[in-house]
Every structure is written in C-alpha cells, then in structure tokens.
C-alpha cells in the first residue's frame, strides 16, 4: 500500500476535548477510527477513548497482514466497543453509560469497507466528487429525509444534536456498513466530527482537499474550521488519506510505503489528547495521578473486549 495522511484534533471553543481519533496499517491493511463523546453524558472522552484503542488492539489481534472479513470485522468491533462501554458504566456504577459516535475505514487490497454509528462522518471524493458518504444516525437527518427540512437546514436546526443510534446507548446501536468501494489512484478518504461538517460544507470541504496537498492544505482547513466555530465552537477532528502512489509532488516525501514492513509488524498514530472529566461527568483538569488511574482503568475494559 501506498498513501498520504494527515490527522489532527482540536479542541475548539470547549474546555475539554472530547474527540479521539487513530490510524494504524499493516503490511497489507490500513485502519482509521474516529470517535465524537458525547457531551451531555458523563466520560463522553472515556467513551470516545475506549472505542478508538478496541478498535486499534484488535485490528493489531487480526491484521496479520490481512482481515479475512473487513465487514464483519469493522461490525464486530464496534459491538464490542458498545458492550465495553457498558461493562465500565456497571464497574463504577455509573448513573449513565458514556456514550460515543464512531466512524471506521478499513483499505485492504485496494477497497475501502466503512462502518459508523452516530453522525460522525466519512466522506469518499473521486477527482473532485463525492462517490461515498455515511448518512447521520440523527433527527435532523431524518427530517431530511421526510422532506420536513432540506440538507441546508441541517447546520442551524436547533435539533442539530439530537442523536439515536450511537455507542453506550440502552438499545442495541445501529451501526451502517458499507458496500465493498473500489479505490482509484488519488482518491481521498475524509473522516470528521461534526465539529468540522457542521462549519465546513462538504463541495468546500471537497474544494480545499483537491488538487492540493493535504499535508498542507488540511491544516489549514482545521484552522480556519477552528475560527468559524467562534465562541461556541466544538471540538473538531480530521483524518484524511489520499490513496496511491502516484501523490502530489509536494506530498511524495511523505508518502507512506508499507512493503518495507514485516509480517506482524505495524505502524500506528494515536491522538494524544489526555483530557478527561471525572466519572460524574464533572469538566475539571484531573491530578496526573488521576489521568494515569483513568488510563489504567480504560485498558483493563479494553483488554476484557479485545479478541
């Protein structure tokens, strides 16, 4: 495999970053998580960290190099991922379960496979067009759907929030998969939370990303995405890939070559965000001692979960 990527996190206007995001690839395979806590539910980061690392430890578990099923794989984990986020809430006796959107790509063989829950979002662009897309787990994207309001509406509805399906929640989530896609030369892979879609309209997301180098001109786009959330704005993440070999000229320096690794062997980028609100869901910058407790706690629920 060969290919460019660029992920970043930001915290926006918000005390505390709630957003986690990762990507990590084998020889053969490429993973990218993505995971929007939800605000209005204690630990909303804890949820979010905990479906990122499930998904990181075991895809490492399985990609060796290869997935024998990317779908069930990607379906699997995130139902993990849910049950995890219950056993945590039973094991401190939480009044809420944390809860988390999640959108998960993985690239083997030249296809791309996609799942989510939530309104975190996945978008496929093809010389300049959009060939794939998620669809929100949302009430605003239902009244589109019903004709109610149109897709313009989305951005200011002051239901724009309001989410049914996601990780942590009583029921069982719906989570969407995708069809077996194809990948061309150039394409790009897009996955952000709604911190960034709900400022950055998807035909200019697709105008600042093409033709450019997306190790300069995302960082960019996260900037000026920063600056139009203003004093409410939310926290935003991004993780772009262009596909292939044949990159931008500025980009070939970076360009990422995985032939070079070894069976079992892989490569991985975590956002390193340690922010986290305590178990009542009280916003606070916890001790050292604390976070490393937190941490300590996340892993041992992740490991329960993992294959």
């Not at 030369?185 to 709604?194: E, P, R, S």
Request: contains cysteine.
């Amino acid at each position: 495999m060969r290919f460019t990527i660029f992920q970043e996190s930001l915290k926006g206007s918000r005390k505390v970053n709630q957003d986690r995001l990762a990507y990590t690839y084998s020889r053969e395979t490429l993973l990218l998580v993505l995971a929007d806590g939800m605000g209005g539910h204690a630990g909303g980061e804890i949820a979010a960290q905990i479906a990122v690392r499930l998904f990181i430890e075991c895809f490492q578990q399985e990609a060796k190099p290869a997935l024998k099923n990317p779908l069930r794989f990607l379906q699997d984990t995130m139902q993990r991922a849910h049950q995890a986020l219950g056993s945590y809430a039973n094991q401190f006796s939480m009044l809420e379960t944390p809860r988390t959107t999640c959108v998960a790509c993985i690239v083997q063989a030249n296809y791309a496979y996609w799942a989510h829950v939530g309104d975190s979002r996945l978008y496929l662009f093809r010389q300049g067009g959009l060939i794939g897309q998620t669809k929100d787990h949302s009430k605003v994207q239902y009244l589109v759907d019903q004709g109610i309001i149109a897709a313009d509406e989305v951005v200011n509805h002051p239901d724009r929030n309001k989410i049914f399906s996601c990780l942590g929640v009583v029921v069982d989530p719906g989570i969407d998969l995708s069809r077996r896609t194809p990948l061309r030369i150039g394409d790009l892979i897009v996955l952000c939370t709604d911190g960034l879609w709900s400022v950055y309209p998807q035909q200019e997301l697709t105008r600042a990303l093409t033709g450019t180098p997306i190790l300069k001109s995302a960082p960019i786009l996260m900037r000026e995405a920063e600056a139009r959330g203003g004093p409410d704005g939310d926290n935003l993440s991004l993780i772009v890939v262009r596909w292939g070999p044949e990159a931008l000229a500025d980009d070939l320096a970076t360009t990422t070559i995985t032939e070079t690794l070894n069976l079992g062997e892989f490569q991985t980028e975590v956002d390193r965000t340690l922010t986290l609100t305590d178990r009542r869901g009280v916003q606070r910058d916890l001790t050292e001692d604390e976070i490393e407790r937190a941490i300590a706690e996340i892993q041992a629920t992740i490991k329960r979960y993992r294959r």
